[in-house]
């Protein structure tokens, strides 16, 4: 399936009954998601989730803001890509997630532009925040990046076949 969303807004997305989820755009499936001038803001878990090989995000000029944890309290993420899932994205600003503000995992890869990630906080369960986290064999090529008031780390990269090539960050 493909999805395109332009000059939209989602917003306050509630969890599901269970306390868990409540993600602003969760894309998966081999899908395709196309993002342009859009504002996602206050999802619980992720506010924007890409899963799975085959899928893929191309996002432009997007805001994602204040992503809360679930009731698991393992930390939400603003944007979180893995299982192979392929990312472009360009001229983004990521802030106030719980946790991570860019997560890349488990062999996906994120291209990422003219980004900015702030006030990344830290999780519920006590870890600190990472405005960018890439472990698990993700790749990611990061340029022209703000990464400012994480409550942990601002750039993470572990595990072996990791790569993150990144230039021009602040």
Known sequence: SVLELTDAIVRDTEPRADGRRGRGIDVSGASTCSLSRTWVARSVEAGLSVD???TTLDVRDVVV????????GVGARGVGLQSQ???LI??????????FGL???DGATV????VAVRST???PDGLRGRAVN???AATLLLERALLIGSQGTGLYAQDDGTIVQATDLV
Do not use: F, K
């Not at 360009?90 to 946790?99: K, T, V």
């Open 134 to 136: 890439v472990d698990l």
């Open 52 to 54: 799975g090989a085959g």
């Open 65 to 72: 803001d204040d992503t809360a944890a679930d009731i698991d």
């Open 90 to 99: 360009e001229r983004a600003s990521i802030s106030g997630s719980a946790g």
């Open 111 to 114: 291209r990422a532009y003219d």
């Open 103 to 105: 997560l890349a995992a």
């Open 121 to 123: 906080g830290w999780r």
């Open 85 to 87: 899932a392929d990312a």
